[in-house]
């Protein structure tokens, strides 16, 4: 049967689960590239969008896919890619077009390991700068790491929220264990739901870029008659080009502040065994599974361990993990690169953090991870 | 006869005149061509607030920040995947691409074919101005041989494209050539493109005394006028690899195709996902049948084989 949200409980992939997610929560446009390990979102989203009244296309490549987005998002539709790392580094510089213009959209990374062509086919964790500064110049970015199928499902749905709600392109950092894992996946009812849709602006004199309190501004709608003019030029509130310092610091201050004050709003972790550790691994995605299996054995051996899953991650927790190093005395990073995160997390707690990192290709093993504690605590 | 109000042109109310004067250089073509656009808009009564203009980057590309429509300036080379997304979007929008040459053909070269080859129902204007003017003149994939450019400073070694030649061959619906002294015959193509569904193409020759003419021995505006009112020939119809455009010899401007019209990309999307769409409950398919009106009505015009805008 044909059903918009596909409520109940279902056996599903994390790629399947996302596109999904990203389904139940209104995304009606899909423009994308086939690749390894993200080609199953299209092919879902090929099967799926028509029969929710929504538009499918396969673009020449990713550039396009990611032009396309942008363009559909302006036609009103809440859209959404999906890809692995060659893609996109192609999407960056539109990533950047959706953050000067306030674009919602939503980009998923199945992330494979890099660089280059890499492993298409293997695990990766190596993509988090990218998402985070990818793109050229200074700006805010949201991403969500899933560590299960449910998660792939949930965070789409709060993927479109957060980038209807603030206008901005978000990316949904998965990896390829996490998009080809199979597991149950709970829908709850469409009702259930929670659907954040864009403000729409309808006073056709107020300019396109002049910001409510909450420093987002409300979004025309296009052919009606607001003659709009959107540029990734620097612009001011009518949207006009102005090529001066100080219309660069209004707006890109503004596009900055408007995801900082609402920090707290997006930020979101799992705290596993923390309120008694003396040492907390940090790890997201698919190394959260392995971390807490470490977390658990650690504790059998006696060693008072703990975890901090990023759900979110960025904005990154700083506040948090300040907090965090007021109790642990010691930290351990657990992930699939050469040390991106942790970079993050010794800048938060102003020391050194034990890295456990792999360079791809294999999730971690639990007692990899275990090892990493062990010498923290040594 | 029409009465004009005073200090008011005729097209002031296409143009954001409050941002004028425009940043194009006098003896400049791009103002030329988006003029001969915009008459072919008002001739048709293509109206305005259903008309988005998307653009690149460039100095052709600054012509969506000057159009009173919906207008985009996006990236460099991509306001075609741009243009099919919104066009997706929206179908019963009107969406016309204005951008350069090196924009279009060259960073952007992949996606004007693909966009042709889908039929993707969207108008494109491009200015051929044989160079990349608003970086300061350098080599394009339309500068002729032997052209000096501050990038090929001894000569061009690459042979140039034909861009009319290339669209034509590559799925497109309506393609012609003409040059920014043909105004009157652009201004009619052009409307002919807009009224086109489907792909259609204009390219248009256009003098960028600046950055190209000053270094070829063009450097009076009029001297690249002369050269295409001197080597222009108007030809219909011909065949595409005819196109070529050499140094100081006669080529072709003109209408190069005018197909039959088929199905746009746009009507084969729509038409796909109201055959498979189903909604639960008769509500939510009444919502979304009001919600997509328009694109409906103009898809059971296709349907019914009488395509308007
Ligand atoms: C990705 C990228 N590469 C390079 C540039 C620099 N750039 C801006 S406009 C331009 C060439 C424009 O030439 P054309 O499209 O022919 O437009 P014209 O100025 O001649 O109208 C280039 C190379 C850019 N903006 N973005
Ligand atoms: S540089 Fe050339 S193309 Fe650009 S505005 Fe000047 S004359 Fe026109
Ligand atoms: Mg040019």
Known sequence: MKVEVLEGHHFLSGDVAVAEGAIAAGCRFFAGYPITPSSEVAERMSRRLPEVG??????????????????????????????????????MENYGLGMMTETPCVIVNVQRAGPSTGLPTL?????????????????????????SPQECFDMAVRAFNFSEKYRIPVVVLMDESVGHLFERVSIPPKS???????????????HIYEPDDDLIPPMPPVG??????????????????????????????????????????????????????????IAYGISARSARRAVIMAREKGIKAGMLRLKVIWPFPSKKLRELVEKASHFVVAEINNGQILVEVERAIRKEAVFVGKMGGEPHRPDEVLKGIEEAVK | MSVVQANMHPLDNYLRTERLPHVWCSGCGIGTVLGAYL??????????????????????????GYVKMDSFHTTHGRPIPFAVGIKAARPDLNVTVFSGDGDLFAIGGNHIIHAARRNADITVITINNFIYGMTGGQLAPTTPETGITTTSPYGNVESPFNLAGLVAVSGASYVARWTSLHVRRLEKSIEK?????????????????????????????????????????????????????????????????????????EDKLWEMTKKEFLYT???????????????????SKIISGRGER
């Open chain 2, 193 to 265: 493109a807009l009224k086109k569904r489907g792909f259609s193409f204009v390219e248009v020759l256009s003098p960028c005394p600046t950055a190209y003419g000053r270094r070829n021995r063009m450097r009076d505006p009029v001297d690249m006028l002369k050269y295409f009112q001197e080597h222009a020939v108007v030809k219909h119809h011909i065949n595409p690899l005819e196109g070529v455009i050499e140094p100081d010899k006669d080529f072709i401007v003109g209408e190069f195709l005018d197909a039959e019209e088929e199905p746009t990309f």
């Open chain 1, 123 to 147: 695990v990766g964790q190596g993509d988090v700068m990218q998402a985070r500064w990818g793109s050229h110049g200074p700006y805010e970015t949201i991403a969500l790491s899933p560590e």
């Open chain 1, 54 to 91: 929504g538009i499918f296309i396969q673009m020449e490549d990713e550039l396009a896919s990611m032009a396309a987005l942008l363009g559909a998002s302006w036609g009103g539709k809440k859209s959404m890619t999906a890809t692995s790392g060659p893609g996109f580094s192609l999407m």
């Open chain 2, 39 to 64: 008459r072919a808009m008002k001739n048709i009564g293509m109206d305005p607030e259903k008309t988005i203009m998307v653009s690149g980057i460039g100095c052709t590309g600054r012509a969506a």
């Open chain 2, 281 to 299: 409950s008769q509500a939510e398919r009444t919502a979304w049948i009001l919600e997509h009106r328009r694109h409906l009505e103009t898809l």
């Open chain 1, 224 to 281: 009606e008659g607001f003659g709009i003019h959107v540029t990734g030029l620097t612009h001011d509130e009518r949207g006009y080009p102005v090529i001066t310092a100080e219309a660069q610091e209004k707006l890109v201050r503004r596009l900055v502040d408007k995801i900082r004050v609402h920090a707290d709003e997006i930020i979101d972790y799992e705290e596993f065994m923390t309120e008694d550790a003396d040492v907390i691994v």
């Open chain 1, 192 to 206: 259930e739901i929670e659907v954040i849709d864009r403000k729409i602006s309808t006073d056709k004199k107020r």
